[in-house]
């Protein structure tokens, strides 16, 4: 089950489509609107870029106590923390596992408001908490389609996400070929006679750590043993004693 993301008043139908598309990223599909001021659009459709399925099941009704009627936990979203009543306050990494549990007995959802002025109190009235994202007080004004991505990133997260990352295109060299690395470099720096002072005695130790973090493959040590093995035929060649 989907989290609900209602969008009240949008003004900007671009602001749908982008919308769209920040939640088709990371997985969520359901999208209610809330009058909006143009909808459909071909400017919402421009803008989902590939999300056009979610506008397409877009539920759109007048009011938001109708899309939240059947919801058990229902959380606005504001650019600035409100003083005059009491609401309580979550982060939106905070508000992500709370909706996660709370869709599984009833429909949650997270509401957004209009562009210019975002959630009225009125609106806040059929919630349960603020979801506030913290920004820097130069300038803290996020628009709808940004607000829509975080807090859709982090239910992504909350849900298991993970980047994805390149697998290695080859195995990690074994440890004896990195101790040969290791040796030819020891040799090159003797014939240079190379010395860092404040690696002192332990300059191999660390040279050893440094391709241990870059965690080399085959084919990149032999490029590096390949570089050594250069340097010395180019000393050889200048006249330089092996």
């Given at each position: 089950?989907?989290?609900?993301f209602?969008l009240?008043?949008?003004?900007?139908?671009?602001?749908?489509?982008a919308a769209?598309?920040?939640?088709?990223?990371?997985?969520?599909?359901?999208?209610?609107l809330v009058?909006?001021a143009a909808?459909?659009?071909?400017?919402a459709?421009a803008?989902?870029?590939g999300a056009d399925?979610?506008?397409?099941?877009?539920?759109v009704?007048?009011t938001l106590?109708?899309a939240v009627?059947?919801?058990?936990?229902?959380?606005?979203?504001?650019?600035?923390l409100?003083?005059?009543?009491?609401?309580p306050v979550l982060t939106?990494?905070e508000a992500?596992?709370?909706l996660?549990?709370?869709?599984?007995?009833?429909?949650?959802a997270?509401v957004?408001g209009?562009e210019r002025t975002?959630?009225?109190?009125?609106d806040?009235d059929?919630c349960?908490?603020?979801?506030?994202i913290?920004a820097h007080p130069?300038?803290?004004?996020l628009?709808?389609?940004?607000?829509v991505?975080i807090?859709?990133?982090?239910l992504y997260c909350?849900?298991?996400?993970?980047?994805?990352?390149?697998?290695?295109?080859?195995p990690?060299?074994?440890?004896?070929?990195?101790?040969r690395?290791?040796t030819?470099?020891?040799?090159?720096l003797?014939e240079?006679?190379?010395a860092?002072r404040?690696a002192?005695?332990?300059?191999?130790r660390r040279l050893?750590?440094i391709?241990?973090?870059?965690?080399?493959?085959?084919?990149?040590?032999?490029?590096?043993r390949?570089?050594?093995?250069?340097?010395q035929?180019?000393r050889?060649?200048?006249?330089?004693p092996p």
């Amino acid at each position: 089950m989907s989290i609900r993301f209602i969008l009240v008043a949008t003004r900007h139908p671009g602001n749908i489509g982008a919308a769209a598309r920040a939640m088709k990223t990371m997985g969520q599909a359901e999208l209610w609107l809330v009058a909006p001021a143009a909808f459909p659009s071909a400017e919402a459709s421009a803008l989902a870029s590939g999300a056009d399925d979610l506008l397409a099941r877009a539920r759109v009704v007048g009011t938001l106590a109708e899309a939240v009627a059947d919801c058990g936990l229902v959380l606005g979203t504001s650019a600035r923390l409100r003083s005059e009543y009491y609401w309580p306050v979550l982060t939106p990494r905070e508000a992500a596992p709370r909706l996660l549990a709370a869709r599984a007995s009833a429909p949650a959802a997270l509401v957004f408001g209009t562009e210019r002025t975002g959630l009225s109190n009125a609106d806040f009235d059929l919630c349960h908490g603020l979801v506030h994202i913290a920004a820097h007080p130069d300038y803290e004004s996020l628009n709808l389609a940004q607000a829509v991505q975080i807090l859709a990133y982090e239910l992504y997260c909350a849900t298991g996400g993970e980047a994805r990352r390149p697998r290695r295109g080859a195995p990690l060299a074994p440890v004896a070929e990195l101790q040969r690395l290791r040796t030819h470099a020891g040799e090159v720096l003797a014939e240079i006679r190379f010395a860092d002072r404040r690696a002192g005695p332990h300059l191999l130790r660390r040279l050893a750590r440094i391709f241990g973090r870059a965690e080399l493959d085959q084919h990149e040590v032999n490029i590096l043993r390949g570089v050594l093995t250069a340097v010395q035929a180019r000393r050889r060649r200048a006249g330089s004693p092996p």
